[in-house]
């Protein structure tokens, strides 16, 4: 059994795996970060809090005037 490879086939071949391994590893990368940033909160909850007792503040003394 004679079995020859052509040089530019598995140049071809050598390509496309590194290629596709490439997309792989870095959509990984990206869908690990995107999970890691949903599950930390972006604000802290009693910064949110304060915001709110500050802006129910404001509403009140615009609606007095």
């Known amino acids: 059994m004679n079995f020859k490879i052509d040089i530019k086939l598995l140049i071809t071949f050598l390509a496309l795996a590194v290629a596709f391994g490439g997309f792989y590893y ?10 890691v940033d949903l599950k930390e909160p972006t604000h802290d909850c009693h910064v949110l809090k304060k915001q ?6 404001r509403v009140r003394k615009l609606e007095n005037r």
């Open 26 to 35: 870095t959509t990984q990368m990206r869908l690990d970060r995107i999970e």
């Open 52 to 57: 709110v007792q500050n802006l129910s503040k």
